[in-house]
Nanobody, 122 residues
C-alpha cells in the first residue's frame, strides 16, 4: 500500500517560517506530480503549490514569492518552504501525489497524506 506522511507543521508567529516535508512510501512504480493543498476551517481544500518530476512548479497567487516547493525524486519526498507566514495561512496542509502503484503502469492513483496543522498566530 502507498502512503504519504507529512511532517513539519506547528505553531509559528506571523512573519516566521516553517518547512513541511512529505515522504511517499510503499509499492510505487513512478510518481508524477506532487503537491501541497490546504484547508482552513469552513473553507474548501485549495491547491497551494505543485511540482512535476522535472521541476516545473505552480503556486497559488496568495503564496507566490513566499512559499517554495521542491522535491527529491530519489527520496520520493516533496517539501514546502513557507516564509513570511501570515495568519491567513493557518490551515491543515495536505500532501498529494499522482503516481503509478506497483511494478508497472497499470494502476494510476491519487494519494493523500493525513495532513499537518500549521497555525500562524501571535
Amino acid at each position: 500500500q502507498v502512503q504519504l506522511v507529512e511532517s513539519g507543521g506547528g505553531l509559528v508567529q506571523p512573519g516566521g517560517s516553517l518547512r513541511l516535508s512529505c515522504a511517499a512510501s510503499g509499492s510505487i512504480f513512478y510518481i508524477n506530480t506532487m503537491g501541497w493543498y490546504r484547508q482552513a476551517p469552513g473553507k474548501q481544500r485549495e491547491l497551494v503549490a505543485d511540482i512535476t518530476p522535472n521541476g516545473i512548479t505552480k503556486y497559488a497567487d496568495s503564496v507566490k514569492g513566499r512559499f517554495t516547493i521542491s522535491r527529491d525524486n530519489a527520496k520520493n519526498t516533496v517539501y514546502l518552504q513557507m516564509n513570511s507566514l501570515k495568519p491567513e495561512d493557518t490551515a491543515v496542509y495536505y500532501c498529494n501525489a499522482d503516481l503509478y502503484q506497483g511494478n508497472w503502469y497499470s494502476s494510476y492513483l491519487e494519494v493523500w497524506g493525513q495532513g499537518t496543522l500549521v497555525t500562524v498566530s501571535s
